[in-house]
Each structure stands twice: as structure tokens, then as C-alpha cells.
């Protein structure tokens, strides 16, 4: 079984999405598809509620679900809509269990990622009657609508993705502007390091969240799940094992996930960050310095992954219909999508709230905007069958994180690694 | 009893101090600092203290939790007492083959993993709608800590004599009279403290809570801690607030059971 | 010392005399007895037996159906297909469950170990009714109870680069660059077994104490008559009357040894690589992050066989305690 798209199921059958470059360009809301913002909602009278469960706890984002469910109260008389939160760890197996037990949320928000995951267990109920009749589908590109064997199951109202985020005071102190390429990046870091910073913070963590930090550096050697080549993996995973030894990372990041090294560039004294655009609310309440973005300095070949949480209707919703105008009035409406921009940072998926002032006036998006068109990447890659995602993750994550702990030489993890996603790929 | 400390009992006594001290104390020291202080002042102790942490903590979210955690705490600590103390003194007092098989089996319960535990045991409570209800979590945190009670109080009831049993069974005390006049009273140093681990226990368990509360707002304290930790970032402040306010009963509860353990030995005597 | 002292935390050991022994001295005065019918207590087993087959049993059973079975995320809510020992083998074709079975022997040996020992000499420490013990015993079980999450971070602190130890040993000029407790693979094994030891200690130490409380101060006062020092007072009055106490605390220690996986988690994820997998902590990820609920549930039924044993060897001493009593 695979998740895909369904425009391009004929050419990947097995794939689980595909964006194409072109597609993404809608994001950031280059090409002028101005339809109208936000379907209005006839006002339903019934006293009634949705439950959404979601794994936010971050300040910022949860008053992103307090708003819309403020939005979506307004315009629905006599209707609630409570948030649930669930943890992160459990979201998956909860969902799974309940849909067992035949009940559930109506509404679920989770890590775009596990589409596959959910909807082969159950626990997201078929979204294509309410998609195709949704008349601003076209605003959404591909890459952002989850299906398996062609039915959608779930959309994401925006995606997250990684850049490189500078410390301009030291780079200001060490004379450099932020690099562009890969060797800018080391010479940047080691005259950090004779200055006495830290080079870069990044995660290496042996989980799904370190292979999405770990495949940027990893495809820009030509790694790709395409065709897994132990060669430019070892390339990949020498490189950054080599920052470590040169002293430009601590091994530390192995015990690191995303929020840790973004805290530690924050409290200062590192040049570099990667990290996502989720962390501007962080940069702005703790980095008492002055910071910016660039995209990633990767090559022609560099990809990027674009991540985000994705929305779907619970298989055992109680109030399916209901849960369908929440997701049309919140997350999948220009100005819900506005107040994920405004909040968090997120960048919009619709065409048209890309071109919000809201997104097009942020210095700090701007970066990441430019990163979708030249780097932007499934995530989790096409090729990767639903049922194997989170086993590639997981083995890449643990690679990655073997070589920059030192517990194997990077040649080892590599060929270890590509003979184990061969497998997986199979499977 | 006067007794004059060793060097070796200072040392473990110092050693204790710092080992359990220093956590704790960083732990306070991280719940009145900022987000931002968290990273950069990380082995320092100076810094500009705010209560943040605190006054967010303080909702109205926390007292329903507060309930929560009380009514789970108290309902799990009753129910695996009532089960565990029987079986432990029926264990204590038997032998042969059953008792060697259940004593195994308590071992195996005590192995099993806690998150393999929730999917059936989720079916299972959705068959018998239990789901979403403070009698589920009880039931599911009661089957993982009665096996443990079990095999901790063992040991307490074969320390009272059977002598002692002997003697009332042949003034004519029935078996069930017996046990609750003579052998309850005397295992009760082990009846305290198995209690008490089992209410601490059943205080800090957050797995069940999680999955077997379909709505936030009946979430107990433990599960409101695991809010702080997202895959988008960890509130350090936010949790180790919430970590000291949700055990602050934790203290009350150890404080009031250690006197009593302490007076009742005084007393100590037997009838 | 008497088997009477040896079954101790019961007041009833009052009365004794330290040297003594031979007078065993129950508060009533001895009649000839019938003897207990003793397998009536059964009777006791009913409730616990009751609840633990609805609540225990039937998630056990599930465990080892699913090991047997081919269960992921797709299947888990429909029909599992048999599969034999496929689970198992595949386990062990990778290779991942032999490394984890070493890693996991030596973490437990660690954990076991360093917990029951520290337990112990916590309990004698702590024996003593003053202030200090009191304080420190509070603290003790304050942060026994508190969440692994928050115990796991704040070792994860500590231990860091920047953490309180590795500034003290920097400033004192022990080493010249910090300690690599966590992200080294050994040291990252050794770390984790050290705080999972620190975590049960508490709890070892408690349940001593009560088991030492129960000594009566006439023995100790008869003991220093008797020219007694420290070290023959723990050797002869103490140890023994910890000794039943000593077998289900090691039982319960190694358990916890065994099954004790979310310090890694919060500490190292497994890492660096798969350095701190251990058998719990591989079975969770097997399970719960690639959803192979057939091979993560594998690896917990292996984890539960390797235990059986040594659940056979504890009723056996207990058997043998039995029939010495």
C-alpha cells in the first residue's frame, strides 16, 4: 500500500506525495491565482460540538487553536469546539487504539509525516467527497494534500521547513557575511571557533527529527532515497562528522532534538543554527543579539524537506460535517491561515495567503519562501512506501547519529544504512 | 536511641545530601528562571528569579487536575490495597505449586511493558465503557501496581509470627477475625509504606492517563506536565514549576506517613 | 542471628535479646497447636486473582499473540496473520537483539548492583531518627516521585557540556575538556545506568528502612554492651534483618532494570547511534515509532522470558524459605 498524491499516482505508484517545484512556487504566492479569501459559512443553529486533537503545548501555537476555534464558534451559533491535547509521543497510538475501540476525535491536527501511518491503521476517515467539492482546492499545491491509493485524507494549511539561522553580531565581529555555499559555511564556522564561539547548532538525535535535519547535508553529496548510494551518504556523514571534530559542533547535538540547539543559539555564542521557521517566536523572546536567515548553503543538488502538521477528519468523527467546515473555516481559509503566520511564523499553503502582506513583508520568511522554490522536498520522500516511512526515518536517524557520536566510522553507517533501506524500499 | 554517627555514615549521609539535593535544587532554581535564562546561565545559579512559571501554572486547569489526580491517587491506592493486601498474606501464609506459579506470574505482570498494556487494554475499556472515565485509569493503574504491592508486602506478613495466629484460632478467633485483629496490626509498618509507594506511584502515572481520557479537561496533574513537552519545544520553566507544585502533596502525604511510621514503632507493641 | 530477628520489619522482635535467641517468646503463652490449616488462606487470593486475570492476563495474552503474529499499524485493528516465530527471528537476523541483550545484561548488573548496595548503606545512613536523615529521606522520596521526564532532564543538565559537574571538574582542573556523559557510547550506557541506579535508590532505601525500624533499640543497646562496633552491628543485627527484604528488593530492582526505558528516552533516545538501546527501549521503538507491533512485542516476550528465569530462581529461595521456617 502507498500514500501518494492523487495527481501524479500513475507516475509513482508508490509514491506517498510528489511536489514539484512548480507547484510550491504557489506557496509563496509568486504566481497571481487570486481566488477569494475564505468560503463564508452559513451560520449552523444546532447546538453541537467538535472535538480536535492536537499536540501543540508551545504558547504561540496553541493560541493559534484558541483563535480558530474562536473563529469558528463566531460564525457557528450554539457550536464548540474543544481542543484536545494529546501528546506527541502518544498522538499516533492513541489515535490508532481509538479508532479500535470505534471512537475518536472529529478533528485531527498531527505531523504530516504519519499520514501514511494513520490512514493504513484507521484513524483518519476518507476526506475526498468534501476536497473535491471544496471550490479553493486549486489553491493548494500537491505537495500539501495527503492521499493513499488515491483517496485524501488529510491537507496541511501550511508547511515548516529549515534554514540556516545566523548570529549577526559574530559574524559581524568575525568580518563574514552568511555564506552561500557549503565551504563558506566551514570557513564561516572555523573562524567562529578562532573566535571563540561555537560553530553551529543542529540536532542529531537518533529519530525521525534527525533525518530531516541530516538530509539536506546528506542530498547535497547526491544522496537521495531514489536511488541510495552508500558513497555520497559516507560523503554526507563525513562532512558533518568532520564538523564535529573539528570542534565547529558539539557531539552533544546526539542528545539534542530541534528545540535544544535552537535554545543554545538563542542564549548566544553560536554563529549558526539549523533550524525551522517555527523558532521565530523563540528568537524574538530569547536572543537578546541580532539574527537573521538564509536558505540552507546547499548545492544543486540540496533538498530541503517540507514539513508541517496536516488536518483530517477523525474515522469515527461524531460530527463529520461539522468537522469539515472547521477545517474549511480554519485551517484551510486565508485568514485562518493569516493568523498561523501572524502566530507562529508558518508558512501559508494557499496560493493567496502566501501573498498576504502577513507573509510577503517578513524579513525572516522571506528565506524560507526562497528555500521551498530551490530546495523544496517531499517529506517524507515519494519513493518511501507508507508502511516503511517510519523505519527509513528511524534507520537514517540512528545513522546520523552513530557517525556524529563516533560510534561508527561514517563508511560503516553508510553502508549499514543502504542496506538496510534497500529493504525497507522493497517493502 | 543515642548512637554517635560514623565518618562512613557522614560520608553516605553527605553523599545523599548532594546526589538527591543538587537535582532538586536545580530543579526549583529552573522553574523561577526565564525561557531565556534556562540555556545561558544553565550551571550558574545567578540570575534575574521571575515567577512566571508560576502564576502560568496557576489556572483554573490545575485545581480540576488537582482533583483529578486525587480522586485517581486515592481510588488506585484503595483498590490495589484492598486486592494486594489478601493476596500478599494469602502468599505469605501457602505453599505448593499455586503459590509458586502466582508469585511467577506477579513477576511477569510486573515485566510487562506499560505501552504494550494500553492497546488492549483500551479495547478492552471501550467494550466495557470505561473509556474517558476516572474508574478506567483506577482499574488500569491498579492492575500495574497491585502485582508489585503483592510482592512487597509478602515479606511484612511472614514476618508476623504464626505462633500468634495459632493462639487466637484456638481461642476460637475465625480466620477472617484473625487476620484483621492480629496479622493486619502487626504488618503495618509494611502496609504503610507499600500504601504509601503505591499512592506516590499512582500520583505520577501519566501513560493511562493520557490514553484513557479522551477529553483535556479530565486530565489529572501528570498528564498536565506532559503538555510541557512538545515535539516543538520543552517550557523548562513550565515543567519544573508544574514537577514542584504536583508533588508538593507528594510531600505532604510522605511527611504525615513517615511520622506515623516513626510513632508507631514507638508504640510498637503488640496485643 | 535467629531466623526470629532474620524475619524481621515486625515489632514483635521487640523483646529479644541480642545474643540470645533461644527463648522465642510470643506475646501469649505457647498452647500445643493444631497447626495452621494453612492452604485455607487461598481464600486471600481470590480478589487479586480475580482482577489481575480481567486487567492482566488478557493484555499478556495479547502481547504474545502479537508476537506471533504480523501486527502493524494497518493490521492492529483488524486480523493478525500467524507468523510463527518470523518476529523473533527477524529480531536476531538484524542483529539488533543480540546487541541489545548485552547492553541491557551489563546495564542491569549496573543498575541492580549500585541500587540495592546504595539502597542498603541509604537505609543504615538514614536509620537514625534525627533531623538531617529525616530532611534527606524527604528529599529522597520527592524526587522518586517525580516524573522521569523531569528526573531525565535534569540529569540530561547536569551531565551536559555546560552541566554543573562538567564545569566543576573543568574549573578544578581535573580533566581538560568535558566529560562525554551522554553523547560518548560508553560513557552514554554507563550514564544512564548510574541515574536509573540513582532513580530506584530512593525507593530500595525506603523499603529497608522499614525493614531495619523494626529492630528494637534493646538489641543494639545489648549489642554495645556486648563491645559491639559499627561493622558488627551491620553484619550481625542489620543485614540479617534485612535479608527476606533483600530478596524481593533485588527481585523488584532487576525487574525495574529491565523494564526501565523512559530515562532513555528523555536522556539519549537510544543514542549516540544505538549505544543505550537496551531491550525495553528497542522493543518501544519497534513497536511505537515503526509500528511493528509483531516485532516490538517480540522483543518484550524474549525481555519477559529472559525474566522468567529469573522468577523461577525467586520462588524457588522463597520455597526454601519456607520450608526453613
Known sequence: ???????????????????????????????????????????????????????????????????????????????????????????????????????????????????????????????????????????????????????????????????????????????????????????????????????????????????????????????????????????????????????YLTQEAVTWDQTVPFQKFAAGGVAFAQNGNWQMGTAASDAKFKYGVVPLPLGDDGQVYLGGEAEGIGSFAKNPDLAWEYLEGTYFSADGQIVAVNNVGSLPSRADAGQDPAVTDNELLKPFAETIVRFGANYPSSVIPAAAVADVQLTMGQTWSAVLGGQKSPADAATSAVATIDGLLKK | ????????????????????????????????????????????????????????????????????????????????????????????????????????????????????????LFQLFGKWSMLDSVLGVVVADTALLAPFAIILLRPFFRGVPPELEEAASIDGSGMLRTFFSIVLPIARNGIFTAGTLVLLMSWGEFLYAVNFFLSPGSYPLSALLSQQVSAFGINWPGLMALAVLTSIPVLIVFSSTYKLLRDGLTVGAVK | MTDQLASAPSPTTTRKPASGGADRAPARPRRPSKGLKRQNRLVFLIPATAFLLAFSVYPLITLVRMSVSKVNSATLNGDWVFTGLENFRVGFASGE??????????????????????????????????????????????????????????????????????????????????????????????????????????????????????????????????GANKWQEIRHIMLPAARPTTLVLFVLTVVFAFRSFDLIYVMTYGGPGTATNTLPFLGYLQAFVRYDFGLGSATSVFTVLFVIVLAVVYARSIRREESDS
Open chain 1, 1 to 247: 500500500m502507498s500514500i501518494q498524491s492523487a495527481g501524479t499516482r500513475r507516475n509513482t505508484p508508490l509514491s506517498m506525495r510528489r511536489l514539484t517545484a512548480a507547484a510550491s512556487l504557489a506557496v509563496i504566492g509568486s504566481l497571481a491565482l487570486a481566488a477569494c479569501g475564505s468560503s463564508g459559512d452559513a451560520a449552523a443553529g444546532s447546538a453541537d460540538k467538535i472535538t480536535v486533537w492536537h499536540y501543540f503545548s508551545d504558547a504561540n501555537q496553541v493560541k493559534v487553536m484558541d483563535d480558530y476555534a474562536d473563529m469558528f464558534e463566531k460564525t457557528h451559533d450554539g457550536v464548540t469546539v474543544e481542543n484536545v491535547f494529546v501528546p506527541y509521543d502518544q498522538m499516533n497510538s492513541k489515535l490508532i487504539s481509538a479508532a479500535g475501540a470505534k471512537t475518536g476525535p472529529d478533528v485531527v491536527v498531527f505531523n504530516g509525516a504519519d499520514a501514511g501511518t494513520l490512514a493504513l491503521g484507521g484513524a483518519l476517515a476518507p476526506m475526498d467527497t468534501q476536497w473535491d467539492a471544496y471550490a479553493d482546492k486549486d489553491q493548494f499545491p500537491e505537495s500539501v494534500v495527503h492521499s493513499l491509493d488515491g483517496v485524501t485524507y488529510a491537507v496541511q494549511g501550511y508547511v515548516n521547513l529549515l534554514g540556516l539561522w545566523y548570529n549577526a553580531d559574530i559574524l559581524a565581529e568575525i568580518g563574514v557575511e552568511p555564506p552561500t555555499t557549503i565551504d563558506e559555511l566551514e570557513s564561516d564556522m572555523a573562524a567562529a571557533k578562532d573566535a571563540g564561539y561555537s560553530g553551529i547548532t543542529l540536532s542529531g538525535l537518533p529519530q525521525s527529527q534527525g533525518e530531516w535535519q541530516a538530509f539536506p547535508w546528506l542530498s547535497t553529496e547526491g544522496f537521495t532515497y531514489e536511488a541510495p548510494d552508500a558513497a555520497a551518504l559516507e560523503a554526507g556523514l563525513a562532512r558533518a562528522r568532520g564538523w564535529v571534530e573539528d570542534g
Open chain 2, 1 to 120: 536511641m543515642k548512637q554517635t554517627a560514623g565518618p562512613v555514615t557522614i560520608t553516605i549521609k553527605v553523599l545523599l545530601t548532594l546526589l538527591y539535593g543538587i537535582p532538586l535544587f536545580w530543579i526549583l532554581l529552573t522553574s523561577f528562571k526565564s525561557s531565556a535564562d534556562v540555556m545561558s546561565t544553565q550551571s550558574s545559579i545567578f540570575f534575574r528569579p521571575v515567577t512566571t512559571a508560576y502564576v502560568e501554572a496557576f489556572n483554573g486547569e490545575l485545581f480540576t487536575a488537582l482533583g483529578q489526580s486525587v480522586a485517581i491517587a486515592l481510588g488506585t491506592t484503595a483498590l490495589t490495597m484492598l486486592i494486594a493486601i489478601p493476596a500478599a498474606y494469602g502468599l505469605a501464609r501457602t505453599s505448593g505449586y499455586i503459590t509458586t506459579i502466582g508469585l511467577g506470574l506477579l513477576i511477569v505482570f510486573q515485566m510487562m511493558p506499560q505501552t504494550a498494556n494500553v492497546i488492549p
Open chain 3, 97 to 226: 537483539t543480540t546487541q541489545a541483550l548485552w547492553r541491557t545484561g551489563l546495564f542491569v548488573l549496573v543498575v541492580t548492583v549500585v541500587g540495592m548496595v546504595g539502597g542498603l548503606a541509604a537505609a543504615i545512613a538514614l536509620r537514625t531518627t534525627g533531623r538531617w536523615s529525616g530532611i534527606v529521606l524527604a528529599v529522597m522520596v520527592f524526587v522518586w516521585a517525580l516524573p522521569p521526564v523531569v528526573n531525565g532532564s535534569v540529569w540530561k543538565f547536569l551531565l551536559g557540556d555546560a552541566g554543573l559537574i562538567n564545569t566543576i571538574v573543568l574549573k578544578t582542573g581535573l580533566v581538560d575538556s568535558a566529560i562525554p556523559f551522554l553523547y560518548d557510547q560508553h560513557w552514554a550506557l554507563a550514564s544512564v545506568a548510574f541515574v536509573n541506579s540513582w532513580s530506584v535508590i530512593p525507593f530500595n532505601a525506603l523499603v529497608f528502612r522499614a525493614a531495619l525500624m523494626g529492630i528494637s533499640p534493646e538489641v543494639f543497646e545489648a549489642s554495645a554492651l556486648d
